[in-house]
């Protein structure tokens, strides 16, 4: 039978417990495949002298492979959506972290729902990202987000003052500990603890949540995706904020400098088992009430 995927990318989490078993039986259930086989240069490292295989730079692994394999948690996705995006790789995620929104697919299921996967037998989804673009033209690996961008004061607990802009119109000004800017991806991640909203996969759409506001009348807000928004950071600021995307490390700010914010021309390409239901997961990871069986 011919296979719908022959070069298999393989992108794993560092030290976490079982990650390392996990991706050699990947690597033996793909060898037996005969299929050819990269590792994410990291991923090698990890493996140490038990793999042969081809060690691959982490910015050319999405170049070299039909079908990225993530074993560990949704940090691992997002560090891996930011390479499969760009070479319009589809992704799929086998799960060693915690709660794992974005990796559907357990360890002891390898044999049977990547074989299926293998054979064309999936689901494909798309997820947009967003990009950020600094006013001063800096160029930076910060400035694409699967999840979220978050703009926050930093180090110190201290509230920053912020303009907010949608389309070239004032949208409002504010004093918060900073603002998160999700996807539907992301809404379910840092935006959910800050009390914003959950944004179905399909929606296009983008929440803005306020961090900790001054006025308690700031309220998450829903906009459409394809809007353009504008960050203007007051130069009543002492120190420069931070700014964040998916969990990486802080770039700063300026007082009185702009970040522009909006959706991403590519689109990530997401893959799950036919069986993948969204609201099951929801259910299971944030231990919502099941379907009584009862009269």
């Given at each position: 039978?011919?296979?719908?995927?022959?070069?298999?990318?393989?992108?794993?989490?560092?030290?976490?417990?079982?990650?390392a078993?996990?991706?050699?039986?990947?690597?033996?259930?793909?060898?037996?495949?005969?299929?050819?086989?990269?590792?994410?240069?990291?991923?090698?490292?990890?493996?140490?002298?038990e793999?042969?295989?081809?060690?691959?730079?982490?910015?050319?692994?999405?170049?070299?492979?039909d079908?990225?394999?993530?074993?560990?948690?949704?940090?691992?996705?997002?560090?891996?959506?930011?390479?499969?995006?760009?070479?319009?790789?589809?992704?799929?995620?086998?799960?060693?972290?915690?709660?794992?929104?974005l990796?559907?697919?357990?360890?002891?299921?390898?044999?049977?729902?990547?074989?299926?996967?293998?054979?064309?037998e999936?689901k494909?989804?798309?997820?947009?990202?967003l990009?950020?673009?600094f006013?001063?033209?800096?160029?930076?690996?910060?400035?694409?987000?699967?999840?979220?961008f978050?703009?926050?004061?930093g180090?110190?607990?201290?509230m920053?003052?912020?303009?907010?802009?949608?389309?070239?119109k004032?949208m409002?000004?504010?004093?918060?500990?900073?603002?998160v800017?999700?996807?539907?991806?992301?809404?379910?991640?840092?935006?959910l603890?800050?009390?914003?909203?959950?944004?179905?996969?399909?929606?296009n759409a983008?929440?803005?949540?306020?961090?900790?506001?001054?006025?308690l009348?700031?309220?998450?807000?829903?906009?459409?995706?394809?809007?353009?928004?504008?960050?203007r950071i007051?130069e009543?600021?002492?120190?420069?904020?931070?700014f964040?995307?998916?969990?990486?490390?802080?770039?700063?700010?300026?007082?009185?400098?702009?970040?522009?914010?909006?959706k991403?021309s590519?689109?990530l390409?997401?893959?799950?088992p036919?069986?993948?239901?969204?609201?099951?997961?929801?259910r299971?990871?944030?231990?919502?009430?099941?379907?009584?069986?009862?009269?």
């Amino acid at each position: 039978m011919t296979l719908k995927f022959n070069k298999i990318g393989i992108m794993a989490k560092q030290n976490a417990i079982g990650v390392a078993d996990t991706v050699l039986a990947l690597i033996e259930f793909l060898r037996a495949k005969k299929l050819n086989i990269f590792l994410e240069e990291a991923t090698a490292k990890l493996l140490s002298a038990e793999s042969e295989l081809p060690a691959i730079p982490y910015e050319e692994l999405g170049a070299k492979c039909d079908l990225l394999i993530v074993v560990g948690g949704d940090g691992c996705m997002l560090s891996a959506a930011h390479i499969a995006v760009l070479n319009n790789v589809p992704i799929v995620g086998i799960n060693r972290g915690r709660l794992g929104f974005l990796t559907d697919i357990k360890p002891d299921e390898i044999d049977t729902k990547i074989d299926a996967i293998l054979q064309g037998e999936f689901k494909e989804e798309k997820r947009f990202l967003l990009t950020a673009c600094f006013e001063d033209k800096r160029q930076s690996n910060h400035n694409l987000a699967l999840n979220d961008f978050v703009l926050t004061s930093g180090a110190t607990a201290q509230m920053i003052e912020f303009e907010i802009y949608i389309d070239e119109k004032f949208m409002c000004s504010m004093r918060s500990d900073g603002l998160v800017i999700a996807t539907p991806t992301g809404s379910t991640a840092y935006a959910l603890s800050g009390g914003g909203p959950i944004l179905t996969p399909v929606l296009n759409a983008i929440v803005l949540v306020p961090m900790f506001p001054h006025t308690l009348s700031s309220r998450p807000v829903v906009l459409d995706a394809d809007s353009k928004i504008k960050l203007r950071i007051s130069e009543k600021n002492l120190t420069p904020p931070q700014f964040s995307c998916d969990g990486n490390p802080y770039v700063k700010i300026n007082p009185g400098d702009c970040v522009c914010v909006e959706k991403m021309s590519n689109y990530l390409r997401l893959i799950h088992p036919v069986d993948y239901d969204y609201f099951e997961t929801l259910r299971s990871k944030l231990y919502w009430g099941k379907k009584s069986t009862s009269g």
